[in-house]
T-cell receptor, first 114, second 116 residues
Framework: DAGVTQSPTHLIKTRGQQVTLRCSPKSGHDTVSWYQQALGQGPQFIFQYYEEEERQRGNFPDRFSGHQFPNYSSELNVNALLLGDSALYLC?????????????FGPGTRLTVL | GNSVTQMEGPVTLSEEAFLTINCTYTATGYPSLFWYVQYPGEGLQLLLKATKADDKGSNKGFEATYRKETTSFHLEKGSVQVSDSAVYFCALSAGAFWGGSEKLVFGKGTKLTVNP
């Protein structure tokens, strides 16, 4: 049973560029959440997708956008990259049907903005 | 809004020492509480959880009890090992208004180093 997978593992971009990160949820899960973890900090919630719709959003600017596909996988897009966007981006999946709040995390994508 | 405050690190212990990492929370309603662990260069792994007051979560020798009266969820282990060296995050989550999983709100993390 594959867990949550993310790609790519590492990414280096320059200021002003755009980036797309990808996530495949754990088998049987239908909800995907994205978190940003700056160095030395706890993860911060970006947004959450269920049934291809954004259900919740954290305090992040519109430069951060996302998408969920019919197979439940998800993308996180960040436009006009800033140096401060350098972080580990974590994807977490969960299931509405399970009726609990347990989220399973992927290994993350390390984004470096130069 | 919901928030989590956890003990600042780093914490350095010798093998077989007793571990406590304090965590307190502020939340409306009745959140679920979690401890996650992050090993170097990796994502987060769920260590244990508790979903209601007085519940005790336990896993791999770690324990934490959901104390509503003190709004706390302290992590303990009786005898730590070198392999327990990692960053530990306390987190809470409430049921989402739309019926799914609410976002997780994390503390800042506590780095634990266990020396042989």
């Amino acid at each position: 049973d594959a867990g949550v997978t993310q790609s790519p593992t590492h990414l280096i971009k320059t200021r002003g560029q755009q980036v797309t990160l990808r996530c495949s949820p754990k088998s049987g899960h239908d909800t995907v959440s994205w978190y940003q973890q700056a160095l030395g900090q706890g993860p911060q919630f970006i947004f959450q997708y269920y049934e291809e719709e954004e259900r919740q959003r954290g305090n992040f600017p519109d430069r951060f956008s996302g998408h969920q596909f019919p197979n439940y996988s998800s993308e996180l897009n960040v436009n006009a990259l800033l140096l401060g966007d350098s972080a580990l981006y974590l994807c977490a999946s969960s299931s509405v049907g399970l009726g609990n709040n347990e989220q399973f995390f992927g290994p993350g994508t390390r984004l470096t903005v130069l | 809004g919901n928030s989590v405050t956890q003990m600042e690190g780093p914490v350095t212990l010798s093998e077989e020492a007793f571990l406590t990492i304090n965590c307190t929370y502020t939340a409306t309603g009745y959140p679920s509480l979690f401890w996650y662990v992050q090993y170097p260069g990796e994502g987060l792994q769920l260590l244990l959880k508790a979903t209601k007051a007085d519940d005790k979560g336990s896993n791999k020798g770690f324990e934490a009890t959901y104390r509503k009266e003190t709004t706390s969820f302290h992590l303990e282990k009786g005898s730590v090992q070198v392999s327990d060296s990692a960053v530990y995050f306390c987190a809470l989550s409430a049921g989402a208004f739309w019926g799914g999983s609410e976002k997780l709100v994390f503390g800042k993390g506590t780095k634990l180093t266990v020396n042989p």
